[in-house]
């Protein structure tokens, strides 16, 4: 297992170091704009206030006092949940379908192991790069943040809302392992679910423009831990225990499945 376990890690090395840069990066340009917006003398707030709910709703732009550099993070939030669910629905379905894609399939064949026991220690190598990331993305947010900080240390919040930002990585990447052991296609996995990322995205935009709409949140991972609701109320049980029953259930398929997959692998 352990040999599997670091060959994936070795496999998305580059990968997850082009990500972590990319976070690096966004975190940065992000806070920049909020000086620049200080800069210029305009009141962040009102500015925000003034646009429309259609724009509140696509940026996530309520509820924070953006004159703040931990209202201004909460607001850079959303993006950056976005970002790590696209890589983390990605990740699991590259790990799980790679294999078929690139005609290396023998390789597992050289392991005296269960079909259960290589789908463990790809997942397990799976949660380590997105461990990775997530320590990444806390670090370069308490530094970066802390740095437009004028107020007291705001280093508990940046990390609880990173927790949630990583519970939303897992559901994704156990969506893209489930959707890889289902699919006959390699490649399709991996387009179906970063249309499941947009389809829950715009979700998440159709909650905050329609009253009407408020039973989306049950149905986009975006919804659960939101950065006001993180701050404000702490987690919420019913999300946390849908998130429970999402990695569940798609575990379930995953296991059922990968032992049955293409009888290449066997």
């Not at 026991?117 to 670090?139: E, F, N, R």
């Not at 009407?212 to 225990?241: C, H, M, Q, W």
Request: charged fraction near 15%.
């Amino acid at each position: 297992m352990l040999n599997i376990y670091f060959q994936e890690l070795k496999a998305h090395r580059k990968n997850i170091i082009l990500w972590s840069i990319g976070m690096i990066m966004l975190i940065v340009m992000g806070m920049a704009k909020m000086s620049a917006y200080q800069s210029s003398g305009d009141n962040i707030n009102k500015l925000f206030a003034e646009l429309p709910r259609v724009f509140k709703a696509i940026t996530g732009a309520t509820g924070f006092d953006l004159a703040t550099a931990k209202g201004f993070f909460a607001l850079l939030f959303l993006y950056i949940v976005i970002m790590v669910a696209i890589h983390a629905v990605l990740l699991g379905s590259e790990i799980i379908a790679k294999e078929e894609r690139d005609k290396t399939a023998e390789f597992l064949l050289t392991k005296p192991l269960t079909r259960s026991a290589i789908l463990s220690s790809k997942i397990l190598a799976g949660l380590t790069l997105l461990s990775v990331l997530t320590v990444v993305t806390l670090l370069a947010s308490v530094i970066i943040v802390g740095a437009y900080n004028d107020g007291a240390s705001i280093t508990n919040d940046i990390t609880k809302m990173m927790f949630g930002m990583f519970l939303i990585q897992l559901i994704f990447y156990i969506i893209g392992i489930a959707l890889a052991t289902v699919s006959k296609n390699p490649r399709s996995s991996s387009q179906v679910g970063a249309m499941i990322v947009l389809v829950t995205y715009l979700a998440y935009v159709l909650v905050g423009i329609f009253d009407s709409l408020n039973f989306l949140k049950y149905v986009t991972p975006f919804r659960f831990f939101e950065a006001d609701a993180i701050l404000n109320n702490g987690y919420s049980p019913t999300f946390i225990l849908m998130t429970l029953v999402i990695i569940l259930v798609c575990l379930g398929v995953s296991y059922k499945q990968y032992p049955t997959r293409d009888q290449t692998l066997t």
